[in-house]
């Protein structure tokens, strides 16, 4: 058994670069569209020549192990690498019809049509209200106090957080739990009311019954918007994606329609990941 | 495992693991007690230091807060006075209000025959006692040509034999005062006729030669506006300084190089900036000397590297989560840097701030460069009014000669550490205030 996942390990690291993308990238319905994607870390080459779509109010999930580029590529998808002086980022990232790294393209503009959730629940040291309040706020979207209290409430309620949190909207939203807390940051995301939502790992810090109603809540969000996830449980990917990529070691191996990639998997790295041999 | 294989190798002599760790562990706690004593040892030498300073600064200073008053019935005589019409303010002011006390005190003791014992009679109450009588006729200008009983300021050699005396005549300091003075003082403490009250004085008035009526009121008036230049100046450049240098600065040679300029200036000698801001301000721009705009400019310059490095650590502190967070959600980075960085931020900046200017309000070396050491008796009024600031108006009466300026420069002290501890709790305040929001 030991030595069988050396041999694995001794095949899964040889370079990848050559490989190409197995499956269909494309979508007929893009709404968002990566092409020939290569990002750098300085010198170091974190993702090659990727290439996606993310189809409208469709839920794709990306998985693959630690350190493969998922998490880069998802955050260059709103251009959150902005702030990090070494990333340089080439190809094509186009949000409908719209170049998102177009020197034009205003990057305030960007995150306000894509937004994300984070890993770990990082609501503002603010009230509940506040938080849900600070992006419409930013953006000029409520034009009274009435509709930014409307635009709290809706949100809060696609959250699946309004019937918890009605009494205590004042409450510092620090104090909630983690599992409310990731539906509260992920509340603050829709009342800016973006058309694609990032999701990095957003359940990777919460217990198995938060998870669940984040999942939930992902199956009614697709209906209004569009989710690309990265995730670690591939139970998660299997329940909430109807396609997903798995990408390794900065290369896009696979992407299918999830059902297909967890039963029947083009290729022998996906089914190598999924089944457990490594990861 | 591992183990195992260990004692197969050496036989059943080696003993097991948890007897190793048994035999070590007495050890171990031992030196746990003496790490944790050293601690306590050295907190214990800090509080006795401090405890010690009190005890002098206090046991010396307190004293110096009331002050002795002779009782002397004096007779507003209009001619001695020479007044003519009494509600006149000019004749009033320029009268001559020591005859009258002079006369007092040669009716009282009538032994004073020579001119030279008179001089020495006279010496006995503080020629600030003519600002009494004035004020007393202008509140009530019938008074005049009354005979009335007035607590009079003493002179400070009277004061410190007063202080000095307690019970027993003998143990008093006698100083400048000769025999015969000593047997007039005798004879009011006899008469009860002289006292001690607070010193109000010490607390509204300026500088002066007259320990008896030098006053603390000028100095903290000179420091108060000096911090205030320094505050508004230092403050919003030190946080400005280190928004950009944190946020917005590329890293590069440049901004290395800056950070390490700042790193050595918080470490040159503060008389250095008094320097400076005797070249630059007074020198070069012609700024008056001796005012507390050019003392809070050069405070400034001497507090910015303080503020500004711990602004940053400050900045640095914040979580990155709370960025992403805001950015994420489509705010600008001044957004982000004005909604979230900075309020989450202050208590830390404050807290660098605080240090800043308490070590700013306890500055002498340069204030004495730019001439804040000068001798000024006026309570000034604004930041272009020559002034001395506290530690400086310490150091001056530490040199004066007189006995009674012991007692002042630990009052001063005193007065300093009070205005300090003021500062620091108010700051204290601001920033738990700011913490509670989560």
Same mark, same amino acid.
């Given at each position: 058994?030991?030595?069988?996942?050396?041999?694995?390990?001794?095949?899964?690291?040889?370079?990848?670069?050559?490989?190409?993308?197995?499956?269909?990238?494309?979508?007929?319905?893009?709404?968002? !569209?990566?092409?020939?994607?290569? /990002?750098?870390?300085?010198?170091?080459?974190?993702?090659?020549?990727?290439?996606?779509?993310?189809?409208?109010?469709?839920? /794709?999930?990306?998985?693959?192990?630690?350190?493969?580029?998922?998490?880069?590529?998802?955050?260059?998808?709103?251009?959150?690498?902005?702030?990090?002086?070494?990333?340089?980022?080439?190809?094509?990232?186009?949000?409908?019809?719209?170049?998102?790294?177009?020197?034009?393209?205003?990057?305030?503009?960007?995150?306000?049509?894509?937004?994300?959730?984070?890993?770990?629940?990082?609501?503002?040291?603010?009230?509940?209200?506040?938080?849900?309040?600070?992006?419409?706020?930013?953006?000029?979207?409520?034009?009274?106090?009435?509709?930014?209290?409307?635009?709290?409430?809706? !949100?809060?309620?696609?959250?699946?957080?309004?019937?918890? /949190?009605?009494?205590?909207?004042?409450?510092?939203?620090?104090?909630?739990?983690?599992?409310?807390?990731?539906?509260?940051?992920?509340?603050?995301?829709?009342?800016?009311?973006?058309?694609?939502?990032?999701?990095?790992?957003?359940?990777?810090?919460?217990?198995?019954?938060?998870?669940?109603?984040?999942?939930?809540?992902?199956?009614?969000?697709?209906?209004?918007?569009?989710?690309?996830? /990265?995730?670690?449980?591939?139970?998660?990917?299997?329940?909430?994606?109807?396609?997903?990529?798995?990408?390794?070691?900065?290369?896009?191996?696979?992407?299918?329609?999830?059902?297909?990639?967890?039963?029947?998997?083009?290729?022998?790295?996906?089914?190598?990941?999924?089944?457990?041999?490594?990861? | 495992?591992?183990?195992?294989?260990?004692?197969?190798?050496?036989?059943?002599?080696?003993?097991?693991?948890?007897?190793?760790?048994?035999?070590?562990?007495?050890?171990?706690?031992?030196?746990?007690?003496?790490?944790?004593?050293?601690?306590?040892?050295?907190?214990?030498?800090?509080?006795?230091?401090?405890?010690?300073?009190?005890?002098?600064?206090?046991?010396?200073?307190?004293?110096?807060?009331?002050?002795?008053?002779?009782?002397?019935?004096?007779?507003?005589? %209009?001619?001695?006075?020479?007044?003519?019409?009494?509600?006149?303010?000019?004749?009033? %002011?320029?009268?001559?209000?020591?005859?009258?006390?002079?006369?007092?005190?040669?009716?009282?003791?009538?032994? %004073?025959?020579?001119?030279?014992?008179?001089?020495?009679?006279?010496?006995?109450?503080?020629?600030?006692?003519?600002?009494?009588?004035?004020?007393?006729?202008?509140?009530?200008?019938?008074?005049?040509?009354?005979?009335?009983?007035?607590?009079?300021?003493?002179?400070?050699?009277?004061?410190?034999?007063?202080?000095?005396?307690?019970?027993?005549?003998?143990?008093?300091?006698?100083?400048?005062?000769?025999?015969?003075?000593?047997?007039?003082?005798?004879?009011?403490?006899?008469?009860?006729?002289?006292?001690?009250?607070?010193?109000?004085?010490?607390?509204?008035?300026?500088?002066?030669?007259?320990?008896?009526?030098?006053?603390?009121?000028?100095?903290?008036?000179?420091?108060?506006?000096?911090?205030?230049?320094?505050?508004?100046?230092?403050?919003?450049?030190?946080?400005?300084?280190?928004?950009?240098?944190?946020?917005?600065?590329?890293?590069?040679?440049?901004?290395?190089?800056?950070?390490?300029?700042?790193?050595?200036?918080?470490?040159?000698?503060?008389?250095?900036?008094?320097?400076?801001?005797?070249?630059?301000?007074?020198?070069?721009?012609?700024?008056?000397?001796?005012?507390?705009?050019?003392?809070?400019?050069?405070?400034?310059?001497?507090?910015?590297?303080?503020?500004?490095?711990?602004?940053?650590?400050?900045?640095?502190?914040?979580?990155?989560?709370?960025?992403?967070?805001?950015?994420?959600?489509?705010?600008?980075?001044?957004?982000?840097?004005?909604?979230?960085?900075?309020?989450?931020?202050?208590?830390?900046?404050?807290?660098?701030?605080?240090?800043?200017?308490?070590?700013?309000?306890?500055?002498?070396?340069?204030?004495?460069?730019?001439?804040?050491?000068?001798?000024?008796? $006026?309570?000034?009024?604004?930041?272009? $009014?020559?002034?001395?600031?506290?530690?400086?108006?310490?150091?001056?009466?530490?040199?004066?000669?007189?006995?009674?300026?012991?007692?002042?420069?630990?009052?001063?002290?005193?007065?300093?550490?009070?205005?300090?501890?003021?500062?620091?709790?108010?700051?204290?305040?601001?920033?738990?205030?700011?913490?509670?929001?989560?």
């Amino acid at each position: 058994m030991k030595t069988k996942i050396n041999e694995n390990d001794t095949q899964i690291t040889q370079d990848v670069s050559t490989l190409q993308t197995v499956g269909n990238v494309f979508s007929d319905n893009a709404k968002m !569209s990566m092409r020939n994607v290569n /990002v750098f870390y300085d010198d170091k080459q974190a993702i090659h020549d990727v290439s996606l779509d993310i189809g409208k109010n469709e839920v /794709v999930a990306m998985i693959g192990p630690s350190g493969c580029g998922k998490s880069t590529f998802l955050r260059c998808m709103n251009r959150m690498n902005d702030t990090i002086d070494s990333c340089r980022i080439e190809g094509d990232f186009r949000l409908e019809k719209d170049d998102i790294y177009h020197p034009k393209q205003d990057v305030v503009a960007l995150r306000a049509r894509v937004g994300i959730v984070f890993q770990k629940p990082n609501p503002f040291p603010k009230s509940i209200y506040d938080n849900v309040a600070y992006g419409p706020k930013v953006h000029g979207l409520a034009a009274s106090k009435t509709d930014l209290d409307e635009i709290v409430e809706v !949100s809060l309620r696609k959250a699946g957080l309004w019937a918890e /949190v009605k009494d205590r909207l004042t409450a510092p939203g620090t104090g909630l739990s983690g599992g409310q807390q990731q539906r509260l940051c992920i509340a603050r995301t829709i009342a800016v009311g973006p058309e694609v939502i990032l999701m990095d790992e957003p359940c990777s810090a919460l217990d198995p019954i938060a998870t669940a109603k984040i999942e939930e809540l992902m199956a009614e969000l697709s209906q209004n918007f569009t989710i690309a996830i /990265v995730t670690h449980s591939m139970q998660q990917a299997a329940r909430v994606s109807q396609r997903t990529a798995y990408f390794h070691m900065g290369k896009l191996i696979e992407v299918n329609d999830t059902k297909r990639v967890f039963t029947n998997p083009e290729h022998e790295l996906t089914e190598a990941y999924i089944t457990g041999r490594f990861g | 495992m591992k183990n195992e294989s260990i004692q197969n190798k050496d036989g059943a002599a080696k003993p097991s693991t948890i007897d190793l760790v048994n035999k070590n562990l007495a050890k171990r706690y031992r030196a746990e007690k003496r790490f944790k004593a050293y601690g306590v040892a050295a907190i214990l030498f800090g509080l006795a230091c401090l405890v010690i300073l009190f005890t002098d600064i206090i046991g010396k200073g307190h004293s110096a807060f009331l002050q002795t008053y002779v009782y002397v019935e004096v007779n507003y005589d %209009a001619d001695a006075l020479d007044i003519s019409n009494v509600n006149d303010p000019q004749q009033l %002011a320029i009268a001559d209000y020591s005859a009258i006390v002079k006369s007092a005190l040669r009716e009282q003791f009538t032994d %004073a025959k020579s001119r030279k014992q008179r001089r020495n009679l006279y010496g006995l109450v503080s020629n600030g006692a003519s600002f009494t009588l004035r004020e007393s006729l202008e509140n009530n200008p019938a008074l005049l040509n009354q005979t009335v009983g007035l607590w009079l300021l003493a002179d400070d050699d009277i004061d410190t034999y007063y202080k000095s005396r307690g019970d027993n005549k003998d143990d008093a300091f006698v100083g400048r005062l000769n025999p015969q003075q000593v047997a007039w003082v005798e004879t009011w403490i006899d008469q009860k006729q002289i006292k001690k009250r607070f010193n109000t004085t010490f607390f509204t008035s300026g500088d002066s030669r007259e320990p008896e009526q030098a006053g603390i009121m000028g100095a903290m008036a000179g420091s108060l506006f000096t911090l205030l230049v320094t505050i508004a100046l230092s403050f919003p450049i030190g946080v400005a300084a280190a928004v950009y240098l944190e946020e917005y600065a590329p890293k590069n040679k440049i901004t290395d190089f800056i950070e390490v300029n700042i790193n050595n200036l918080a470490a040159v000698p503060s008389i250095i900036f008094g320097l400076l801001g005797l070249a630059i301000f007074i020198g070069y721009f012609e700024m008056h000397r001796s005012i507390p705009l050019v003392g809070g400019l050069v405070l400034s310059l001497m507090t910015l590297p303080t503020i500004i490095i711990s602004s940053r650590a400050a900045i640095k502190s914040v979580p990155s989560s709370i960025r992403d967070a805001a950015l994420g959600l489509g705010a600008s980075k001044m957004q982000v840097i004005l909604h979230h960085v900075l309020p989450l931020a202050m208590p830390g900046m404050l807290t660098g701030a605080i240090i800043g200017f308490a070590q700013a309000l306890g500055e002498t070396a340069p204030l004495l460069m730019i001439g804040m050491v000068a001798f000024i008796v $006026d309570i000034p009024g604004g930041v272009s $009014d020559p002034a001395t600031a506290l530690p400086v108006q310490i150091f001056l009466w530490s040199d004066s000669p007189e006995r009674a300026f012991v007692e002042r420069t630990s009052a001063a002290i005193m007065v300093l550490l009070a205005f300090l501890i003021t500062m620091n709790t108010a700051a204290i305040w601001l920033r738990k205030r700011l913490e509670r929001r989560w």
